[in-house]
Structure formats: C-alpha cells, structure tokens
C-alpha cells in the first residue's frame, strides 16, 4: 500500500530534551516535507527536500532540523524542544512537479507533540 | 507574508445546503490550485483541483470556480452531508518553479448539521 509513515504518533517531552520525528514513504517520491498546524494559522512548512541531500527552509524553520540521506526517510529533529514547539506535525511527499504535472502531497497520519 | 488567503475561518451549514468557501491569492505565477480535505485525525488528502485555463471544475458534489482576473478562486460543495464536516484547504503553486511548493491557506473548518 503506497503511504507515508509517521513515528511516533503521539509524544509527551521536557523542554531541552532532543527528538527525533520519523517520516518514510514508499513511493519513490523526490519531494519531501514538514508542516505544523496550529488552531487558526493552518499548515505551515518547515522544511523541504527536493531529492536526497536537498533540504532548504519553509516558512517556520526555526528550532528543528532535517536531514535526507535516503530518498524515502525524511526525519525531523527538534535539539532543544520549548513548549511554542507543541503542535501536530505532518510529513508529506510527491513526485517533482516535471514528473507528474499534478503536484498531489500525500501526507503521514500527523505526530502530536506536547512540550512541557 | 501569506500566499493564500481563505475565508471563511469556521462555516456551519445544514445538510443540503451549499458550502462555499473562498481563496484569493496575489502570486500571478501560480498556476495549479489545489483543494486539500482533512478529516478528524487525519493527514490532508487532495480533494479536487484546477489549473488556469478553465473557470470550473466539478467532481460529483464539489466544483471549484476560479476567476483568473479577480486572483480568486472557490470550492463549492452542493447537497452538503454531515460526511462533509471536514477542515478544508485551498493551496496554490507555481508548476514552473523548481522549488515546488503548494502553499496552503490557513483552513476553514465546515460542520454539517443533519
């Protein structure tokens, strides 16, 4: 079944406290991302991949990392969580807008993070 | 700076009614305009979409209307079922750019009363 995976999929930490969220896909998809959605702001984008070693900032960059070592793994990492950080994070993936000409996001099941 | 603007933020509607909501963009090189439903728990799933060239798209019950000189574009949702009670988003992109980012609005949450 083609999906996208997040893990965990609920996460209770303390501040100050790394972690990392886990994003894989089975579609041989080059495009990757994160978003948050927060009550009354909507998605926001985090961070982006467009192949394996391409990663560059969305609009809310601040506090996480990512890495793409392989093409379907795309994992988020919060070094020093803070309680503005809580939120339901999404991960999602596409083929490149030349390859498909539809650009249709699949997007993982949400991870919930509290902060505390 | 927000690339998409939608209205309304919430929007209660009884079952059979019409659901409209509404986008406006201000990027004149987006050129693929995408609406995302997300159900309780869930991650968006793509819904309907449209390109430029046409001024309407339906499929079944939703249809999007999009006016290209007014920057605006909306979906429509006919006989509304309480099914439909969903968050919804509108996005936009510029196919052209390599970037290939959609950008989304910041939701509106439908609830459809039986």
């Known amino acids: 079944e083609a999906q996208v995976t997040q893990n965990p999929r609920y996460l209770i930490t303390v501040t100050g406290k790394k972690l990392t969220v886990t994003c894989s896909q089975n579609?041989?998809?080059?495009?990757m991302s994160w978003y948050r959605q927060d009550p009354g702001l909507g998605l926001r984008q985090i961070y982006y991949?467009?192949?394996?070693?391409?990663?560059d900032k969305g609009d809310v960059p601040e506090g996480y990392k990512v890495s793409r070592k392989e093409k379907r793994n795309f994992p988020l990492i919060l070094e020093s969580p803070s309680p503005n950080q809580t939120s339901l994070y999404f991960c999602?993936?596409?083929?490149?807008?030349?390859?498909?000409?539809?650009?249709?996001?699949?997007f993982g099941p949400g991870t919930r993070l509290t902060v505390l | 700076q927000q690339q998409v603007k939608q209205s309304p933020q919430s929007l209660i509607v009884q079952k059979g009614g019409i659901s409209i909501i509404n986008c406006a963009y201000e990027?004149?090189?987006?050129?693929?305009f995408p609406w995302y439903q997300q159900f309780p728990g869930k991650g968006p799933a793509l819904l309907i979409a449209?390109?430029?060239?046409?001024s309407e798209k339906k499929e079944g019950r939703f249809t999007i209307s999009f006016n290209k000189s007014a920057k605006q574009f909306s979906l429509h949702i006919m006989d509304s079922q309480p099914g439909d009670s969903a968050t919804y988003f509108c996005?936009?992109?510029?196919?052209?750019?390599?970037?290939?980012?959609?950008?989304f609005g910041r939701g509106t949450q439908l609830t459809v009363w039986p």
């Open positions: 999602a993936s596409s083929l490149s807008i030349a390859a498909s000409g539809r650009h249709e996001q699949f």
């Open positions: 579609m041989n998809h080059e495009y």
């Open positions: 991949s467009m192949n394996v070693e391409v990663t």
């Open positions: 990027n004149t090189a987006f050129d693929y």
């Open positions: 449209i390109r430029p060239d046409v």
């Open positions: 996005a936009a992109t510029d196919r052209g750019s390599t970037l290939g980012r959609l950008y």
